[in-house]
């Protein structure tokens, strides 16, 4: 059953965040409602207040501004997963949103939700952080935006202050020689909750590797870089050995642990292996063959 607590349906941003203004971890903002309702079911979060943000208007829209791809951070996945801009330049999250649990959920869950939630397996934050993404948080007291990568801090742990909301992410547009790939591995084809999750940005010229991101889901306590693996393929020829050399560097970025669904040993191998394929498939797509 559902504790009790009051709803509040804000018509504006505005009036949502003057309900979030104190700051108290009893007033909840609620979205898609996907992670939520389950949380206050099982007592995880009993909130007093919730505040439905999901139509507000302010966190809807898909849109190119300045050079960038903005999407609202009550975007659902569903809606990321149909939008031709996002196919066109980020089919690494086009990919992920492919593999996001069934459509009922799809319909439902927003692309802030899945983040705020801050779960290491959270199946748009690989490829969001291989973007290079911003994330945009808004309060009374205005706007911040930071890289995703310093937003996530541990397990359900992010750097959202309770009087925030989510109201944007932003990445730059793909320069010419760009290349990507994501792979989610689970228990099962469909549904479910990644064992690891990799994706994979290249930006290469002449076969010469100009920029490279990599992250990974489901192996660590947060969704992490493999920052070293990046480093190591700045400036490198793509080919094999490099991207060997590159997915066993990766084997060493991440801190999996043992649970239900794979051994921590398991999880540490298939970083490596998957990270090969995905840089191996994202290198074909920038147009260069070895
Ligand atoms: C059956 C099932 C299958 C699932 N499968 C997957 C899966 O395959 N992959 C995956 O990644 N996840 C999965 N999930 C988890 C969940 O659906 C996602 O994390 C989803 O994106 C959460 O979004 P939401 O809008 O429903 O968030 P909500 O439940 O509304 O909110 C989640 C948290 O974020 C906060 N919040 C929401 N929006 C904002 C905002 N704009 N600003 C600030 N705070 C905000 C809320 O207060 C709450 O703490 C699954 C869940 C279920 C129930």
């Not at 965040?17 to 009993?46: C, F, H, K």
């Not at 951070?73 to 990919?95: F, H, Q, R």
């Not at 909301?165 to 790939?181: I, Q």
Request: with cysteine; glycine share 8%.
């Amino acid at each position: 059953m559902l504790p009790e607590f009051d709803l509040v349906m804000p018509r504006s941003l505005n009036e949502a965040l003057q309900v979030l203004a104190a700051g108290s971890p009893e007033v909840l903002p609620i979205a898609g409602g996907t992670n939520l309702t389950v949380d206050m079911r099982s007592g995880r979060y009993e909130p007093k207040v919730v505040v439905d943000i999901e139509k507000l208007p302010e966190l809807k829209g898909i849109r190119r501004e300045n050079g960038q791809i903005c999407v609202g951070g009550g975007v659902t996945i569903a809606e990321l997963l149909k939008d031709g801009l996002v196919a066109e330049t980020a089919p690494v999250l086009k990919s992920a949103c492919a593999l996001f649990a069934n459509p009922l959920i799809r319909n439902r869950a927003t692309v802030g939700g899945n983040l705020v939630d801050g779960s290491p397996a959270a199946d748009t934050a690989p490829s969001l952080l291989a973007l290079d993404a911003e994330i945009e948080l808004t309060s009374q007291d205005g706007k911040r935006r930071l890289p995703l990568d310093e937003f996530f801090i541990h397990v359900r742990k992010t750097a959202r202050q309770p009087n925030e909301l989510v109201t944007a992410l932003r990445w730059a547009l793909p320069k010419p020689g760009t290349g990507s790939a994501f792979y989610k591995l689970g228990l099962r084809k469909a549904d479910a909750i990644s064992v690891v999750s990799v994706a994979v940005v290249l930006e290469a010229e002449k076969g010469v590797c100009r920029k490279a991101r990599i992250a990974l889901g489901s192996v660590a306590p947060r969704p992490v870089r493999a920052k070293n693996a990046e480093e190591f393929l700045t400036g490198k020829l793509l080919k094999k050995e490099v991207f060997e050399e590159a997915a066993a560097l990766t084997a060493q970025a991440v801190s999996p642990i043992s649970d239900v669904r794979a051994s921590a040993e398991y999880r540490r191998r298939m970083s490596a292996v998957l990270t090969r394929r995905m840089l191996e498939q994202a290198a074909e797509q920038t147009g260069w063959k070895e």
